[in-house]
């Protein structure tokens, strides 16, 4: 079974640009959650989504933007790019809305110049 | 106070030695607690969920501390294999669906 799949992997923007990230959860899961993870800190928790409803927010600005899909993939978009956006991006998904422990995919490291 | 705090590390040890991690949490009414492993540039990854009852996994021992909201991971016998940065990460607020991820805590095996 594949695991959760998120692309692309890697990311050059330049700042001001927008960015759409992509993710595609374990088959037969219903629950995205995307975080942030800075070099030398913990991710940081952004949206989630169960059943293409968002049902998580973190402390985020509004240039953060995300949404999930009849197939259940998501996409997390970020608009106006700042340096500090400059991080790995994580994408999760669980089997449902409950919190068993979330798989993580590979991520999508962008770097903003 | 930090959400989740964990001790900060790095932890050189030998192969073959005892290694304990601890973290707290500051939210009194958080239900679910994990430990994550996490490879150098890689995503974290589901070491052990941590009961009240305490869970053993191998090599691998987990314990919660409801009354002092204290998080605790015991690796025994360390292999090369289990150099790692370990985070402590806790389900905050019953009902939401966020995990609270502590800074992690680097460890090096070393032969």
């Known amino acids: 079974d594949a695991g959760v799949t998120q692309s692309p992997t890697h990311l050059i923007k330049t700042r001001g640009q927008h960015v759409t990230l992509r993710c595609s959860p374990i088959s037969g899961h219903k629950s995205v959650s995307w975080y942030q993870q800075v070099l030398g800190q913990g991710p940081q928790f952004i949206f989630q989504?169960?059943?293409?409803?968002?049902?998580g927010r973190g402390n985020f600005p509004d240039r953060f933007s995300a949404r999930q899909f009849p197939n259940y993939s998501s996409e997390l978009n970020v608009n106006a790019l700042l340096l500090g956006d400059s991080a790995l991006y994580l994408c999760?998904?669980?089997?449902?809305?409950?919190?068993?422990?979330?798989?993580f995919g590979s991520g999508t490291r962008l770097t903003v110049v | 106070r930090k959400e989740v705090e964990q001790d900060p590390g790095p932890f050189n040890v030998p192969e073959g030695a005892t290694v304990a991690f601890n973290c707290t949490y500051s939210n009194s009414a958080s239900q679910s607690f994990f430990w994550y492993r996490q490879d150098c540039r890689k995503e974290p990854k589901l070491l052990m969920s941590v009961y009240s009852s305490g869970n053993e996994d191998g090599r691998f021992t987990a314990q919660l501390n409801r009354a002092s909201q204290y998080i605790s991971l015991l690796i025994r016998d360390s292999k090369l294999s289990d150099s790692a940065t370990y985070l402590c990460?806790?389900?905050?607020?019953?009902?939401?669906?966020?995990?609270?991820f502590g800074k992690g805590t680097k460890l090096s095996v070393i032969p």
């Open positions: 999760a998904s669980s089997p449902d809305s409950f919190n068993y422990g979330y798989t």
């Open positions: 989504y169960y059943e293409k409803e968002e049902r």
């Open positions: 990460v806790v389900n905050p607020t019953p009902g939401s669906y966020q995990l609270t």
